[in-house]
């Protein structure tokens, strides 16, 4: 599952599974996303033509084009998946006009030679045992390697390195937990993915460093390649499956952490981190790849909508001078760097281990709970090839790695 909006006692979730169509249907499924692109740039030539004359044109003007297009081969286009172009059209231009507002410099929208993705609202489907029945293309084998639940209300068929995947949007009902009277703060960073205010740190794989020298290899032999020849498409495809291979790792792990941590505490305090200004604010090279391959965002994510679905609560809490504020005396040492991992207080002589020191001060930023005493226990420190296995603290092994999303029946 991969991201949630809730709506009173349910919630809408998407859940991902590879699909294997057959030669036939995915040269159907090719060609209808190329239809799509066609559409998108005639939408997008419209808007263009409609501003340039000073007039106003609006998602529904663009809706009520979309029935007098010529362009060969639409019909073989369901009607609502060309609705949703039109719709990605305006979100993209909703989007730079949001940047522009923001103050930042924005170029034009690009015309497409194919849309990734199609995307069927609510009609145009069906699943039959382990079968994607699609109007207008056919039907394809889905991997259900977990169960579906919920009302579907959607999907979106996309093509990625790996292959031919589905994403199923459903809504479901929320699953609470039961209450264990404990809450925690956690520091977010990059040498240690989380440290929590209860002494646990948790390992960041940094995944990307383990593959970056195969990857330097093969963009080097890609730039010596003909662009568009076959041997160039190889060694980009092999380039794509790393990158692939690489995020699907991550985000495998950060679903974990992020379950055992909504499964452990009732509510969880997170810095508000601004991904975007630590890389810009970085001098670092090293430091903005390992921030950029962390994805706090999608840390900060994750946990949110699990912590939804169970009743837990996730409270984001002023970033500043977490680090540097002493848990012991509230001394802020303003001089702290990033490469001080020990924090010493010049004032009181307490000594600490940075991240512990800023997860504890999270806790109380958000709890308002009163300075206290700090254990002296040693950190428990739980390694990837642990992490990777829902090792941690307080599990058991009836537990779901996915922190209960296990549903029970899969909707049809």
Known sequence: ???????????????????????????????????????????????NNARKEGKKITPKDTQGILKDLKID???????????????????????????????????????????????????????????????KIGEMKVLFHRPLEGEIKGLIIKKSATGWYTIFQVEVEKKPLEKTGKVVGIDLGVEKLVTTSDGVVIENPKVFDKVEKRIKILQMSLSRKKKGSR????????????????????????HKVTSWLVEQYDEIYVEDLDVKEMVENSDSKTLRKHILHTNFSKFVSYLSYKASRAGRRVVKVNPRNTSKTCT???????????SDRVFSCPKCGWVIDRDYNASLNTLRAGSGLPLEPVDRNPLLYIPFSEGVYSKFPGRSRKSSPRGGDAPSMRAG
């Open 1 to 47: 599952m991969w991201r949630a909006r809730g709506k009173n006692n349910k919630i809408q979730l998407s859940f991902k599974y590879k699909i294997y169509p057959t030669r036939e249907v995915e040269e159907k499924l090719l060609r209808v996303m190329q239809i799509e692109a066609k559409v998108y740039n005639a939408l997008l030539d419209a808007v």
């Open 73 to 135: 081969g639409k019909e073989i286009v369901y009607s609502k998946v060309l609705q949703m172009v039109n719709n990605h059209l305006w979100y993209n231009i909703n989007s730079l006009h949001e940047l522009k507002k923001k103050g930042k410099r924005v170029g034009k929208l690009r015309y497409k030679k194919i849309v990734k993705i199609i995307n069927y609202n609510q009609s145009g489907f069906r699943v039959v045992g382990d079968k994607l029945i699609l109007s």
């Open 231 to 254: 041997n160039y498409e190889k060694v980009r495809k092999k380039l794509a499956k790393i990158h692939e291979h690489v995020k699907n790792l991550m985000n495998d792990y950060i």
């Open 328 to 338: 012991e005396c509230g001394y802020v040492k303003r001089d702290l760097t990033l």
